[in-house]
């Protein structure tokens, strides 16, 4: 999977859209762009993931770049309870499933 | 659709003894992973299985740790002797065989182990 890089925090202002970026530069062309997030006491929640064509679902948007060595996943109004570690991952998405590699992460405050 | 449910929440036992935690995935799941985060540090794969199998168990430590899928159901984590080093949030997963969100996972709310 290929390595990843996030700033470790951020902060956005409620009602505001968050935008929380990441690096993978060396991103294979088979690999796609996860995000899952953890709000504090709970498990990691699934968010959003594509390849090369920007992704939107009800909860967030994905942005990748055309040379696909970065992304952009988008909050587009974030409220207080969007406060969480968000962790953006690259790998393999194949027909044999496999585990996920969790970095660091960025820490997004939403402040009232 | 019940989500992913993990038994216990909390876990505080003393140093040298053994505790069991189970994880109930969402219903039809063959994919099932156990993740833990200790304190500080960032989350860290155990083992996935494939129904009953394991399929890969690299993550895990140690030979303390022993975890079973019989029926390809629910699984359970059984540490012992548990030590210090133990002590974290350990956390469940699963996906389904096939289609379109195959590599989609789903956590539980993990259990928070304590060991004194």
């Known amino acids: 999977d290929a390595k990843t890089t996030q700033p470790p925090s951020m902060d956005c202002a409620e009602g505001r859209a968050a935008n929380l970026p990441c690096n993978h530069s060396?991103?294979?062309?088979?690999?796609?762009v996860y995000w899952y997030r953890q709000i504090h006491s709970q498990g990691p929640q699934y968010i959003i993931h594509?390849?090369?064509n920007n992704e939107t679902n009800e909860m967030a948007s994905l942005i990748i770049t055309e040379d696909r060595k970065s992304s952009t996943l988008i909050l587009p109004h974030a409220t207080l309870r969007d406060t969480a570690v968000y962790y953006c991952?690259?790998?393999?998405?194949?027909?044999?499933?496999?585990?996920?590699?969790f970095g660091s992460g960025t820490q997004l405050t939403v402040l009232p | 659709e019940a989500g992913v449910t993990q038994f216990p929440s909390h876990s505080v036992i003393e140093k040298g003894q053994t505790v069991t935690l189970r994880c109930d995935p969402i219903?039809?799941?063959?994919?099932l992973y156990w993740y833990r985060r200790v304190m500080g540090k960032e989350i860290k794969f155990l083992l996935h299985?494939?129904?009953?199998?394991?399929?890969?168990e690299s993550g895990m430590p140690n030979n303390r740790f022993l975890a079973e899928r019989t029926g390809g159901t629910y699984s359970t984590l059984k540490v012992q002797p548990a030590e210090l080093e133990d002590s974290g949030v350990y956390f469940c997963?699963?996906?389904?065989?096939?289609?379109?969100?195959?590599?989609?996972?789903?956590f539980g709310p993990g259990t928070r182990l304590t060991v004194l």
């Open positions: 594509g390849l090369k």
């Open positions: 299985f494939v129904k009953e199998s394991k399929q890969d």
């Open positions: 219903s039809g799941h063959d994919n």
């Open positions: 060396t991103i294979s062309g088979n690999e796609y």
């Open positions: 991952i690259v790998r393999v998405s194949s027909g044999s499933a496999r585990q996920l590699t």
């Open positions: 997963a699963s996906s389904p065989i096939a289609g379109v969100h195959t590599d989609t996972q789903y």
